[in-house]
Nanobody, 123 residues
Framework: QVQLVESGGGLVQGGGSLRLSCAAS????????MAWFRQAPGKEREFVTA???????MYADSVKGRFTISRDNAKNMVYLQMSSLRPEDTAVYYC?????????????????WGQGTQVTVSS
């Protein structure tokens, strides 16, 4: 099992940047595909980005070129660097871990979730 705790959210002006962190405890994250999802008020949880054990990654079209996922297996941390933020990026951002090594985009494929961190982008 792995426990996930996100941090780094906050209020930022449009065009600004934020870096989210996901601290894992329990089993090492090197055994998991790690991902970020987000959920805006009144909307379904949506895929943002994922990274496989070997480093291959994938991004939602809406964030491609603006967001970057990274992982530090030695520190058991996952990061989401967000730049050129837009008001439509406002959401609660969740870190997730999947036991299978694949770039899943659907939330049910992920076994473990953090509690989320709020990101608010003002216009």
């Amino acid at each position: 099992q792995v426990q996930l705790v996100e941090s780094g959210g906050g209020l930022v002006q449009g065009g600004g940047s934020l870096r989210l962190s996901c601290a894992a405890s329990g089993r090492a994250i090197r055994f998991y595909t790690m991902a970020w999802f987000r959920q805006a008020p009144g909307k379904e949880r949506e895929f943002v980005t994922a990274m496989r054990l070997g480093g291959a990654n994938m991004y939602a079209d809406s964030v491609k070129g603006r967001f970057t996922i990274s992982r530090d297996n030695a520190k058991n941390m996952v990061y989401l660097q967000m730049s050129s933020l837009r008001p439509e990026d406002t959401a609660v951002y969740y870190c997730a871990a999947a036991s299978r090594d694949w770039l899943f985009t659907a939330a049910p494929n992920y076994d473990y979730w953090g509690q989320g961190t709020q990101v608010t982008v003002s216009s």
